[in-house]
C-alpha cells in the first residue's frame, strides 16, 4: 500500500508555472504505474498525465507542450511542471499510484489560474 500527499498548488495568472510535487510513503513506489489527474468543479475527474514503472508518458491532448510528468523514484517522489497555465487549467490536481489495477489517491492539491 501507498499513501499520497500533494503539495504546490495555488494561485497563479495565465501564463503562469508551477510545480506540483507528490510524496509517496510505503513500499515499492518504484513498482507503481503514476499519475496525475484534476477534478474541476462540476465536472469528471480527467488523467492530466501518466508516467509508468518503465519510464513511458502520456499526456490529455489539453496539456501537451505544457506541462510535463516526472519522477524520481530515489526520492519516492512525482511531479507536474505546468506551464503556459490557462484559466481552464483550474482545478483540483491529484496524484494517482496504480499497482495491477489497483489505484490509490492523495486528497488533491487546488491549482486557480486567473484570466
Known amino acids: 500500500q501507498v499513501q499520497l500527499v500533494e503539495s504546490g498548488g495555488g494561485l497563479v495568472q495565465s501564463g503562469g508555472s508551477l510545480r506540483l510535487s507528490c510524496a509517496a510513503s510505503g513500499r515499492g513506489f518504484d513498482f507503481y504505474n503514476m499519475g496525475w489527474y484534476r477534478q474541476a468543479p462540476g465536472n469528471q475527474r480527467e488523467m492530466v498525465a501518466t508516467?509508468?514503472?518503465?519510464?513511458?508518458?502520456n499526456y490529455a491532448d489539453s496539456v501537451k507542450g505544457r506541462f510535463t510528468i516526472y519522477r524520481d523514484d530515489s526520492k519516492d517522489m512525482l511531479y507536474l511542471q505546468m506551464n503556459s497555465l490557462k484559466p481552464e487549467d483550474t482545478a483540483v490536481y491529484y496524484c494517482?499510484?496504480?499497482?495491477?489495477?489497483?489505484?490509490?489517491w492523495g486528497k488533491g492539491t487546488l491549482v486557480t489560474v486567473s484570466s
Open positions: 508516467k509508468t514503472l518503465i519510464g513511458n508518458t
Open positions: 494517482n499510484a496504480n499497482l495491477g489495477g489497483v489505484h490509490y
